[in-house]
């Protein structure tokens, strides 16, 4: 029976154990993948996923998706399969959330990362104050780049929608011109005297009348006509009504 010093048992014995500690270590990268980089699944997703939630109106815009960060006191399990998707009620269009879910793994866990989408492009902004109840002229907006993403209200980006409206409170300078911002004016008061246009097939006639209602245009007036008959019809300008017989 051979037998062994003791520094010689000492040197056997530390290297079984490191061999067995690397053993160990090699097993265990083995085993445990490198965590998945959230913000990076949420990125690649949405990159598709904006050109589908994009408004018609907006086509033109340039889109802009920044991801923010996962809450570092989360602990998930490792998972085979992560499933970027937009919650229920959520919409790619300013402060918003992604979620994802594990969808193969021994724990089915589900979270969610906050995302903010911005739409650049032009828009008409508002150049000097306009108070509440005044109409608003040409020379009151001017066209800039903004982010159309910034509110939820749709931007008011045809001409027609707010030249000559009404703004429906202070309008500040630097503000972009969004729906709910403006109103249609009223033109005339109930009292004033209208001219009354009547259409039908192929004719056309004009007489004055009364009205019995303020005038807004593009909204129904009523009107006395001279021979004493009531009619409603729809406000044109400062001083006409259409009838559609």
């Keep these: 029976m051979r037998c062994f010093d003791a520094p010689q048992i000492r040197t056997w014995a530390f290297t079984v ?10 097993a265990a990268s083995a085993q445990a993948p490198a965590a998945p980089d959230f913000r990076e699944l949420a990125q690649n997703w949405l990159s598709g996923a904006l050109q ?19 809450d570092a006191r989360l602990r998930l399990a490792p998972c085979g399969n992560i499933e970027p998707y937009l919650p229920v009620g ?13 969808v193969d793994g021994v724990s089915r866990w589900n979270i969610s990362l906050p995302v903010t989408v911005k739409a650049v492009g032009t828009a008409w902004v508002i150049k000097n104050h306009v108070p509440a109840g005044s109409q608003i002229g040409a020379g009151d907006v001017v066209e800039a780049e903004v982010d159309w993403a910034e509110e939820f209200n749709p931007v008011l980006k045809d001409r027609s929608l707010w030249l000559g409206q009404t703004a429906t ?8 011109l969004r729906q709910g911002m403006v109103k249609p004016a009223q033109v005339f ?10 259409q039908g097939a192929g004719f056309e006639i004009s007489s004055d009348a009364q009205a019995l209602s303020a ?10 006509m001279d021979s004493g008959r009531i009619a409603s019809g729809i406000v044109l300008d400062t001083r006409t009504v259409r009838i559609d017989l």
């Design 215 to 224: 005038g807004v245009v593009g909204q129904l007036a009523r009107v006395r």
């Design 17 to 26: 154990l490191g061999g067995l500690a690397c053993l160990a270590a090699g």
């Design 52 to 70: 589908s939630a994009l408004p018609a109106d907006a086509s033109h815009l340039r889109l802009e998706a920044v991801v923010g960060n996962l």
């Design 90 to 102: 959520a919409r790619l269009w300013g402060k918003s959330r992604v979620g994802l879910r594990c």
């Design 189 to 198: 008061q109930a009292g004033a005297q209208v001219r009354v246009v009547a």
């Design 169 to 176: 409170r202070m309008l500040t300078t630097g503000q972009t």
